[in-house]
């Protein structure tokens, strides 16, 4: 019982990203939504990391399996891919480094932050 009430939150979550992807008009995955409004209520403490964490890591477990589907479109597709196989990777390869580039500076920069914000605490 208490696996379906977690599901049942982050599906719940999910369907509300659904509605804000309808409702706004921001060029916005619903998913994305649905990300943002859990992280809210996780930081608000309305929701408990306890109150969705066994079904949450379920799903991360299974993730991979979740790729199946877009590898096979991306196979059915091979014929119109091949043509520019070059620009994509090419593309795909850039906005990797960028990605890996800008959270690697973020992931830094809040480390440090942390530290700063200790050593101010301990000395005041």
């Given amino acids: 019982m208490k696996l379906l009430k977690q599901f049942g939150i982050i599906t719940a979550i999910s369907f509300a990203g ?4 309808y409702a706004l008009p921001l060029p916005v995955p619903a998913s994305i939504y649905g990300i943002v409004l859990l992280f809210i209520l996780l930081e608000t403490k309305l929701i408990k990391l306890e109150d969705v964490k066994h079904v949450s890591t379920f799903l991360i477990e299974i993730m991979p399996v979740m790729f199946i589907p877009a590898a096979v479109g ?14 994509y990777l090419l593309i795909t390869v850039t906005t990797t480094v960028i990605v890996m580039a800008a959270a690697g500076r973020i992931t830094q920069g809040i480390i440090r932050y942390n530290k700063n ?3 101010s605490n301990q000395n005041g």
């Fill in 18 to 21: 659904e509605i804000l992807h």
């Fill in 74 to 87: 991306l196979l059915e597709s091979w014929d119109i891919l091949k043509e520019n196989l070059l620009i």
């Fill in 117 to 119: 914000d200790r050593r």
